[in-house]
């Protein structure tokens, strides 16, 4: 470019998900600008479902405990097939990272909770009512042009502005998939006085298939599937409405109670690519799946908080090319596997031909027989986590931790410090890495590599202990079940993953295999250069 970046990086959509990554940016004192051409945050309840990653991140960022006071907090679903029967209860599995596992929450308060912390975030350059009007690279930075006729210089670019991203388009990044057929009609009501269970239900009755989700504060929402030949528009009328809600969900409906109701096609497709030399998407602009699994804003969240800290490293220096590669090799096959699992869900939801309906039903009923099987349709093992193991992570060598699995979300276990006050173990990581000991008499020598990345150093002891500075002790047995009485080191990543698991004889080879991907010695020079300069 021919003047130098005026910005580390240019954050393009001020939803949910660029407002994490603009946040998670701007809090580790990095020079950002969000570009959105809205002058409010959205106001319409999209999403619906949070996972206790997303929560996780949002207590990072502080707004974790404003947003869970406005939700439904533990939730599960429920399978209904013909007849109403009921085919299948599913709860996840309780969360291992201190969050509930499963939530239902309002997407707007959300949005207004992101908005407001960032409009008074003293270094985050938030330009609202400005749109994107065309991005050019180079191997130096980026340009976007406003259209007002503002140009915003950066070292990086992040594509946040959703299903029809300007700059997705403007990379010239297509998206791969198919669009499904059905289309469905969404209903958000307010003030139900019903008391519902906190389970989102699948009613599959194979006529009109239907979902109920409900909220707190009498938010609830219910979704038709239309046939073909229903018109978008006639369906989303007042009078058509009450029709569907009426009697069979509620006695009478006021139309102020109406909050939305509007059309939407799911689709199944995701970016051919996730990065463009210094440009990268996440969030929809990414990917786009069907709601059935809850898992858009869920992937969205894990791009932002996986793709700010690389961008982290790049800026204070020394992150390889491979560092950022990383960012698409870990999220981009996660993100698909997530796309694959909504649609198989909503083909199930969806079924409504006679003789496919009775088959789905015994289907499942004789597989809610296998006790394996059960278990894990029951316990929605079929959301699989992500799994970083092939992405910025050293491999195991030798017996490791029971609790602690290489390249998979580190537990959040209760924990007390010196001083006796009780928290989540993420109070005491940092926003950067950290480097945990768990097991040993004494905090055991360690490389300077960590002191240069700016990892905090941390020993866990186990329950009972009473720890002293630099050290917690867990209030029940999480990291250190299982521990031997030699010491074994936990590299923990700023997005809680965890990098490596070894023993202090083994941390030359892990030292070695994240250099790859983060450099101390090129980070020290760059340094030297510019307090040279």
Known sequence: MSTQAERDVIVVGAGPIGLVAALLLADAGVRTTVVEKATEPGDL??????????????????????????????TGSRYFGLGERLLLEAKPVASRLGHPAKTQFDQPILERLLWDRAVAHETL?????????????????????LADGRTVTGSWLIGADGGRSFTRSALGIDLVGTTQPQRWIVVDLLNETRALDPFAEFHCDGERPYVLVPGIKGRLRIEF???DGEDADAMTTPEKIRELVVPRFRADLDPDDVRRAVVYVAHQRIARTYRSGRAFLIGDAAHLMPPFAGQGLNAGVRDATNLAWKLIAAIAGGASERLLDSYEIERRAHGARMVGVSRR?????????????????????????????????????????????????AAPLGEGLPSVTVGRALSQPVV??????????????GRGWALLQVGGAAPADVDPYWAAIGATRLRVLAPGSAPAAGEVAETAPVLTAGARSAPSLVAVRPDRYVAAVFAPGDEQRVVGELRAFIDDRARAVRTARKEAA
Do not use: C, W
């Not at 999209?46 to 869970?68: C, M, N, P, W």
């Not at 969806?350 to 039903?361: I, K, Y």
């Not at 007390?416 to 109070?427: F, I, N, V, Y």
């Open 45 to 74: 309840p999209r999403a619906i479902s949070l996972q206790d990653e997303s929560l996780r991140t949002f207590a990072q960022l502080g707004i974790a405990d404003a947003l869970k006071a406005e939700s439904l907090l533990d």
């Open 416 to 429: 007390r410090d010196a001083a006796g006050a009780e928290a989540g173990l993420d109070a005491h990581l």
């Open 345 to 393: 869900i909503g083909a199930v939801v969806m079924a409504t031909n006679p003789v496919l309906t009775r088959v789905r039903d015994a289907v499942v009923r004789a597989l809610s027989l296998i006790p394996s099987v059960r278990d894990f349709l029951a316990n929605m093992r079929f959301i699989t986590p992500a799994d970083y193991a092939e992405g910025v992570a």
């Open 125 to 145: 350059e938030f330009l609202r009512g400005a749109e994107a009007t065309a991005v050019v690279r180079d191997t130096d930075g980026v340009a976007v042009t």
């Open 225 to 227: 599937m239309l046939f």
